[in-house]
Antibody
Framework: EVQLLDSGGGLEQPGGSLRLSCAAS????????MSWVRQVPGMGLEWVST????????YYADSVKGRFTISRDTSKSTLYLQMNSLRAEDTAVYYC???????????????WGQGTLVSVSS | DIQMTQSPSTLSASVGDRVTITCRAS??????LAWYQQKPGKAPKLLIY???TLESGVPSRFSGSGSGTEFTLSISSLQPDDFATYYC?????????FGGGTKVEIK
């Protein structure tokens, strides 16, 4: 059974940093692209970032480019999101997701973690 | 970015009803469309990919259709477990984008 366990969320001040983690199991982590998707409570879904299966390619939404860094540790089957220069508008539940890559070159999201809440406020 | 527009935003229906949700793309996305179901406090769940392919384990009362710019998600006979919010997502172009969601409520 595929399991994704998100952690690392919390309350942080504007301008601060947080690192989210996602521990994966039940599938071949090294063969799967992985993503982060966020959701402001009560609102819709927003793709944040994706890393390729081998870690060689990373992609970011314009809203987080230059502030967030996605990475992965295959030895630990863990995905990370380093979030710097946090803003109030980054407040959301962050989900890690196993991404499926298609001939279009892009992804849908097959499996999701339970989410971790990031709150940015002074 | 490709804009995804869902309608209606809220839908009131009864158990046993046939329900249809529409998702429109601002430009052609071929069949690169997924549908997700989300219940309150839970993560989204993939229901359908490539516009019409049912994800493993998803009940056959769910179906998807369409291509190009217009897509539909149908539930043939609404069950109590189906009351949730549904999202479409395109992956024809970068960045991937989601529709605003359709909440299916009990009538």
């Amino acid at each position: 059974e595929v399991q994704l366990l998100d952690s690392g969320g919390g309350l942080e001040q504007p301008g601060g940093s947080l690192r989210l983690s996602c521990a994966a199991s039940g599938f071949t982590f090294s063969s799967s692209a992985m993503s982060w998707v966020r959701q402001v409570p009560g609102m819709g879904l927003e793709w944040v970032s994706t890393i390729s299966a081998n870690g060689g390619s990373t992609y970011y939404a314009d809203s987080v480019k230059g502030r967030f860094t996605i990475s992965r540790d295959t030895s630990k089957s863990t995905l990370y999101l380093q979030m710097n220069s946090l803003r109030a508008e980054d407040t959301a539940v962050y989900y890690c997701a196993r991404a499926a890559t298609y001939n279009s070159g892009w992804w849908d999201f097959q499996h999701w973690g339970q989410g971790t809440l990031v709150s940015v406020s002074s | 970015d490709i804009q995804m527009t869902q309608s209606p935003s809220t839908l009131s229906a009864s158990v046993g009803d046939r329900v249809t949700i529409t998702c429109r793309a601002s430009q052609s996305i071929s069949s690169w469309l997924a549908w997700y179901q989300q219940k309150p406090g839970k993560a989204p769940k993939l229901l359908i990919y490539k516009a019409s392919t049912l994800e493993s384990g998803v009940p056959s009362r769910f179906s998807g259709s369409g291509s190009g710019t217009e897509f539909t998600l149908s539930i043939s006979s609404l069950q109590p477990d189906d009351f949730a919010t549904y999202y479409c997502q395109q992956y024809n172009s970068y960045p991937p984008t989601f529709g605003g969601g359709t909440k299916v409520e009990i009538k």
